[in-house]
T-cell receptor, first 112, second 114 residues
Framework: AQSVTQLDSQVPVFEEAPVELRCNYS??????LFWYVQYPNQGLQLLLK??????LVESINGFEAEFNKSQTSFHLRKPSVHISDTAEYFC??????????FGIGTKLQVIP | DGGITQSPKYLFRKEGQNVTLSCEQN?????MYWYRQDPGQGLRLIYY???????QKGDIAEGYSVSREKKESFPLTVTSAQKNPTAFYLC?????????????FGSGTRLTVV
């Protein structure tokens, strides 16, 4: 079985400050990892993903995530957040023949 | 542009009624999924389908039904047996043969019991 743990349900941060949203996973097989973003009353959008190769992956809007196999983590970071980054962020994992498992989400609140 | 269309965006249901949520995709994806989202509980899988005319129960299928008569369409019916249907419902699709593709989501339907 696989699982995803998002350790923080809400993260308040001031505008232009750095942020880290934490994600840990468990799986007995090799995994693919994803981060999705959800703006209010909308569906989820794929932000970035790790499939293989370089452990650091980046999105087009300045977010990055690093796959750490030894710590079974895939934390999402941004060096300087903007008001428009206010949203809920979901970590997800899939491995072997299993369906995607989503975390419960972390609400990022950017304070002006 | 390719994508997933969910309709309606808002839906109100009276006690004892069945309602059907529409999900259509033009991405040529084989797999489609229905999730329910409640505050603080993340996404919970209701049903999924990997091929036309076949579907499987997810983690919370009781009180729901689906059909997959066409590749493009995967409607969800919320029956009167679902005791607490008020929630945000999300439809998603993926290229089933490429697990690294990720999911494409629709914009959701918010169902409220009145």
């Amino acid at each position: 079985a696989q699982s995803v743990t998002q350790l923080d349900s809400q993260v308040p941060v001031f505008e232009e400050a750095p942020v880290e949203l934490r994600c840990n996973y468990s799986s007995s097989v090799s995994v693919y990892l994803f981060w999705y973003v959800q703006y209010p009353n909308q569906g989820l959008q794929l932000l970035l993903k790790y499939l293989s190769g370089s452990t650091l992956v980046e999105s087009i809007n300045g977010f990055e995530a690093e796959f750490n196999k030894s710590q079974t983590s895939f934390h999402l970071r941004k060096p300087s957040v903007h008001i428009s980054d206010t949203a809920e962020y979901f970590c997800a994992v899939t491995g072997g023949y299993q369906k995607v498992t989503f975390g419960i989400g972390t609400k990022l609140q950017v304070i002006p | 542009d390719g994508g997933i269309t969910q309709s309606p965006k808002y839906l109100f249901r009276k006690e004892g009624q069945n309602v059907t949520l529409s999900c259509e995709q033009n991405l040529n994806h084989d797999a489609m999924y229905w999730y329910r989202q409640d505050p603080g509980q993340g996404l919970r899988l209701i049903y999924y389908s990997q091929i036309v005319n076949d579907f499987q129960k997810g983690d919370i299928a009781e009180g729901y039904s689906v059909s997959r008569e066409k590749k493009e369409s995967f409607p969800l019916t919320v029956t009167s047996a679902q005791k607490n249907p008020t929630a945000f419902y999300l439809c998603a699709s993926s290229a089933a043969q490429d697990r690294g593709y990720g999911y494409t989501f629709g914009s959701g339907t918010r169902l409220t019991v009145v």
